[in-house]
T-cell receptor
């Protein structure tokens, strides 16, 4: 069965620190990859996505993610976090054959001012 | 353009009561989903629909029923609410031709006492 693993459940950083959130998936077929963000009290929204082409994708608010097919990974990065990045981040994998999405358990990021 | 709208946003139920959550989308999306979000467990798919008049079970369908009588609406029903169904429920939709990005509603907070 398809699964998505986010390695860190809770990450605490100081402002200006660099961020990397890990995401690994288990499905070996064709996938589309996503990172979603949920700010406190708000709904989920798309941060960035990868379908094909350049494996380094850039999203909103300075976030980027790199797809490494050999490692089944899609890690999220930001060079310098801000207090406003405090949120929960979800990695998701869309199985194009089955037509289904699977989400990771989420990583809560707390940025201290 | 309202996107995905869920009602109600908050509800408290007594054990054994029934209720229906309504999801409406105005983007003419074929696919609609109901997820529940619990701490440490990420988003889990309850039921989904690939088109008007069709529904299918997701990961955690027990205790829930759904209906998709109109393309724009996807209803989630709890026939006999249980405390284990206390959760935040998210509706989502996507268009098959849009690159598989899922659009989420703002969430419905349900407490069963």
């Amino acid at each position: 069965a398809q699964s998505v693993s986010q390695h860190n459940h809770h990450v605490i950083l100081s402002e200006a620190a660099s961020l990397e959130l890990g995401c690994n998936y288990s499905y070996g077929g064709t996938v589309n990859l996503f990172w979603y963000v949920q700010y406190p009290g708000q709904h989920l929204q798309l941060l960035l996505k990868y379908f094909s082409g350049d494996p380094l994708v850039k999203g909103i608010k300075g976030f980027e993610a790199e797809f490494i097919k050999s490692k089944f990974s899609f890690n999220l990065r930001k060079p310098s976090v801000q207090w406003s990045d405090t949120a929960e981040y979800f990695c998701a994998v869309y199985n194009t054959n089955a037509g289904k999405s699977t989400f990771g358990d989420g990583t809560t990021l707390t940025v201290k001012p | 353009n309202a996107g995905v709208t869920q009602t109600p946003k908050f509800r408290v139920l007594k054990t054994g009561q029934s209720m229906t959550l309504l999801c409406a989308q105005d983007m003419n999306h074929e696919y609609m989903y109901w997820y529940r979000q619990d701490p440490g467990m990420g988003l889990r798919l309850i039921h989904y629909s690939v088109g008007e008049g069709t529904t299918a079970k997701g990961e955690v369908p027990d205790g829930y029923n759904v209906s998709r009588l109109k393309k724009q609406n996807f209803l989630l029903g709890l026939e006999s609410a249980a405390p284990s169904q206390t959760s935040v429920y998210f509706c989502a939709s996507r268009h098959d031709g849009s690159g598989n990005t899922i659009y989420f509603g703002e969430g419905s907070w349900l407490t069963v006492v």
